[in-house]
């Protein structure tokens, strides 16, 4: 069964400032299958970033993904007020394959 | 526009049995693999069933399988998820989503079910 783990927890920053979202996988990401997504308060989900690196459409580049294997970044380049949220990592794999989402990191001010 | 909208929602009680839909616009339904995520109150993401373009493959989450069924329509664009047995611990708002190169891309706005005496 995959787990995936996200660090820190709580992330508190400032606007302006860089943001650094840790996704660590207990089996290795096949086919680049790793998303990011971000939610807000009372709101559905929404894609920020699919295959490891790939930004959604209408995805500001303030957002990038990187790693590989087991672990993965999602980077915030400089804090905008929007940007505060919750934000998960999911991966699709395994077998049977099963898609699975991280527990999530809160960047709050 | 390109969206979902989920339905069927409700507060029912322990045992009891319910029927989720989603209608697709905007967008080839048949065209992708469509998926049930649920987040309880203050909770994360889990998803819950998947179905594949036509129907023909279903696959889900060990803490639903057997209770819940998901399935479609094409010809409606609509996606189903019929909830059996219903225990507290699956209070949640549901959404829809379909999915594309293994990420959920396109979402609904939700629908809540509370499941309680």
């Known amino acids: 069964e995959i787990v995936l783990t996200q660090s820190p927890g709580t992330l508190s920053l400032s606007l302006g400032e860089r943001a650094t979202l840790s996704c660590r996988t207990s089996?290795?990401?096949?086919?680049?299958?790793l998303a990011w997504y971000q939610q807000k308060p009372d709101q559905a989900p929404r894609l920020l970033i699919y295959a490891i690196s790939r930004r959604a459409t209408g995805i500001s580049d303030r957002f990038s993904g990187s790693g590989s294997g087991t672990d993965f970044t999602l980077t915030i380049s400089s804090l905008e007020p929007e940007d505060f949220a919750v934000y998960y990592c999911q991966q699709y794999g395994g077998s049977p394959s099963r898609f699975i989402f991280g527990p999530g990191t809160k960047v709050d001010v | 526009e390109v969206q979902l909208v989920e339905s069927g929602g409700g507060l029912l009680q322990p045992g009891g049995s319910l029927r989720l839909s989603c209608v697709g616009s905007?967008?080839?339904?048949?065209?992708?693999?469509t998926h049930w995520v649920r987040q309880a109150p203050g909770k994360g993401l889990v998803w819950v069933s998947r179905i594949d373009n036509d129907g023909s493959s279903t696959t889900y989450a060990d803490s639903v399988k057997g209770r819940f069924t998901i399935s479609r329509d094409n010809a409606k664009s609509t996606l189903y998820l019929q909830m059996n047995s219903l225990r507290a611990e699956d209070t949640a708002v549901y959404y829809c989503a379909r999915s594309w190169e293994g990420a959920f891309d396109l979402w609904g706005q939700g629908t809540v079910v509370t499941v309680s005496s």
């Open positions: 089996q290795s990401v096949t086919n680049n299958f």
């Open positions: 905007g967008f080839t339904f048949s065209g992708y693999w």
